[in-house]
């Protein structure tokens, strides 16, 4: 599985972005999918996970009632809406993918994307 991520820049506090992962390779319904998020000089964080059928999802606290994880198995695509961001969401954001288990844990996803800079000013 090949993964592209897009959709970042630079936004003022209490605006939205949308993300997105494009996802190429094998099948992409049978694939959980997540997106973390990590910070200069700190550790990479779950951020949201759906399950393959996307019928399941889960949210770190953080991020809870602001941002929503979805995803369109025609289009393989999964994606992270974010609405009334902080500058504390300024990170770079990743999308990951691993084989059905829906987990907040890097380590058990198995296919990375490259990244996307979202930045939210004062």
């Known amino acids: 599985v090949q993964l592209q991520a897009s959709g970042g820049g630079l936004v003022q506090a209490g605006g939205s972005l949308r993300l997105s992962c494009a996802a190429s390779g094998r099948t992409f319904s049978n694939y959980v999918m997540g997106w973390f998020r990590q910070a200069p000089g700190k550790e990479r964080d779950f951020v949201a996970a759906i399950s393959g059928a996307g019928g399941s999802t889960y949210y770190a606290d953080s991020v809870k009632g602001r941002f929503t994880i979805s995803r369109d198995n025609v289009k393989n695509t999964v994606y992270l809406q974010m609405n009334s961001l902080k500058p504390e969401d300024t990170a770079v954001y990743y999308c990951?993918?691993?084989?059905?288990?829906?987990?907040?844990?890097?380590?058990?996803?198995?296919?990375w994307g490259q990244g996307t800079l979202v930045t939210v000013s004062s």
């Open positions: 990951a993918a691993n084989w059905g288990v829906l987990t907040t844990t890097p380590r058990a996803y198995d296919y």
